[in-house]
């Protein structure tokens, strides 16, 4: 099936000039005025409660939250799903190729993507024909070497996660026992592989770039603008960071999510028990206590990642170009660190779903605040419309810029109508005006939320006779979803009619 063309956009007042919006708008030339630098700022496992600004009432984010009060931020911002339990190669083949889930594995091979490079449909090459100069640093983790589509790389981790370290698993032992992981110890390899922890390399190899990239503006020369994808690792685990930042948590005084849960009744069925690699990073069953362990660790991550972007601010702010920078934050997808007794991101929960996503510059409202629904994966589509990049049919992403007017009821009814997640062939889901349905076929069991009154998903309205009909119009509407995406898991024997729903916890 050919992908949806996306909806012509209103005429928008954004970055200093009027942008046409129109569907067949053309590239913008590369000596039109005013149009922005663009610097993605990209974390990896980032929850979207793991800012402070987002609702992380334990979590230190000041940088973060200095770019949030001064830009939008979007507090519905979902990943679509994945093919495999690694979810951050599915969500970075939608970020690179501009298309939906099933669509773009489609093209996620390595000889597809080089495909797509050589026609021009990847963003990196989208954003040089618009007149970008490209640069990456940083997690890539897609088939295509990132020297392919972009102009400058440097430090790049073509790999995914940082090297595993045995025994950053199955801890704090369940007994009691000498917890012998030290997210501190350098000589564990893993982010302090190479002698400097990779967070802090990323950062100042963006920090060099940014300089070099704006150096001729300040001496008044013309340059072209650029386009910046620096892709952090973190917080992803192993959870390495200094002591400084370590000592910023107290295991004692973490919170314990208000949804944790021991074990989820169908962690199995739903591909998530110990077998998986990250639902083995604390023992089964979960307790609180390990909960805050792994917290801590989380939060310090995250607390050091915070300090390296807010050097990397810096960098823009002394640029002198701060005032034609379009910066975005953004993460691959969400975590569960306890939250439903589960530890990784595979479930398709919100917690595990949702992620942070600030957008800061150039008309760009500050303070801020989009509640519709997107995907974070809408950012690419923004960029290149920012860029004034041309709109071709293969981008299934949609502008965020429209969400930015003041009409906040007009803004709402421009987010997504539904979001859709999928998990492989255990799990789908779909998210339609507050309401929430899970399906996992391989259990035979429906599991329905309403989030507007129920946002950690502890209430499981299945089994209301009550909600009969919403069971059907929401079970309809993921069926209409997966035939729009191409889906290829047959979900008719799930239809609500002929299963009954069991009450279990969470």
């Given amino acids: 099936m050919k992908p949806r063309l996306r909806p012509p956009l209103l005429s928008l007042l954004v970055f200093g000039f009027f942008l046409s919006c129109g569907h067949a708008q053309e590239s913008a030339p590369p000596s039109s005025p005013k149009r922005p630098n663009v610097l993605f700022l990209f974390a990896d496992d980032l929850a979207c409660d793991g800012v402070h600004a987002f609702g992380g009432l334990d979590v230190k984010t000041p940088n973060l939250d200095r770019l949030a009060a001064r830009g939008t931020i979007f507090t519905d911002a979902h990943n679509m799903g994945a093919w495999n339990g690694a979810v951050c190669i599915a969500s970075r083949a939608m970020l690179l190729t501009g298309r939906s889930l099933w669509h773009a594995r489609a093209v996620a091979g390595r000889a597809e993507l080089e495909a797509e490079n050589t026609a021009g449909r990847l963003w990196p090459g989208m954003m040089r024909a618009a007149g970008y100069r490209t640069f990456m640093a940083g997690k890539w983790h897609n088939e295509i070497a990132p020297d392919a589509c972009f102009d400058v790389v440097r430090a790049p981790r073509v790999m995914g996660m940082p090297g595993t370290v045995k025994s950053s698993y199955n801890r704090p032992p369940a007994d009691g026992g000498e917890d012998v992981w030290s997210p501190t110890d350098t000589s564990l390899g893993g982010y302090w592989q190479g002698g400097r922890h990779w967070t802090e390399v990323t950062a100042e190899t963006a920090v060099g770039f940014i300089h070099e990239a704006t150096a001729g503006a300040a001496a008044g020369q013309t340059q072209s603008p650029y386009f910046a994808y620096v892709a952090f690792n973190a917080p992803h685990d192993p959870r390495q960071s200094p002591q400084e930042f370590l000592d910023l948590y107290k295991t004692e005084n973490i919170t314990v999510p208000e949804n944790f849960l021991p074990e989820y009744p169908w962690r199995n069925e739903v591909g998530q028990g110990p077998d998986l690699r990250d639902e083995a990073l604390a023992a089964f069953p979960r307790t609180p206590h390990a909960v805050q362990v792994h917290r801590q660790e989380y939060y310090a991550l995250i607390s050091h990642l915070d300090a390296w972007v807010g050097k990397i601010l810096e960098a823009v702010e002394k640029s002198g170009q701060a005032d034609n920078t379009l910066i975005i934050f953004t993460a691959d997808h969400g975590l569960a660190l306890g939250r439903h007794g589960f530890m990784g991101k595979q479930s398709l929960y919100d917690h595990s779903t949702r992620v942070p996503l600030i957008l800061s510059g150039p008309g760009v409202p500050a303070g801020g ?61 779909i998210t339609v005006d507050g309401w929430k349905l899970l399906v996992y076929p391989t259990a035979r069991v429906l599991r329905l939320y309403h989030l507007a009154g129920d946002p950690l998903e502890m209430k499981d309205l299945a089994a209301d006779p009550e909600q009969k009909d919403r069971m059907a119009s929401l079970f309809q509407a993921l069926r209409d979803e997966q035939a729009a995406l191409d889906d290829p898991l047959d979900l008719k024997l799930m239809d609500p009619a002929i299963i009954k729903s069991p009450v279990k916890p969470g």
């Fill in 369 to 429: 605040r989009v509640q519709a629904p997107v995907y974070f994966q809408d950012t690419m589509a923004t960029a290149l419309e920012a860029a004034g990049a041309a709109k071709t049919d293969h981008v299934e992403f949609h502008s965020l810029l429209p969400l930015l007017q003041p009409d906040a009821a007009q803004a709402k009814d421009k987010g997504r109508k539904a979001i859709y997640g999928s998990d492989p062939e255990r799990q789908r889901s």
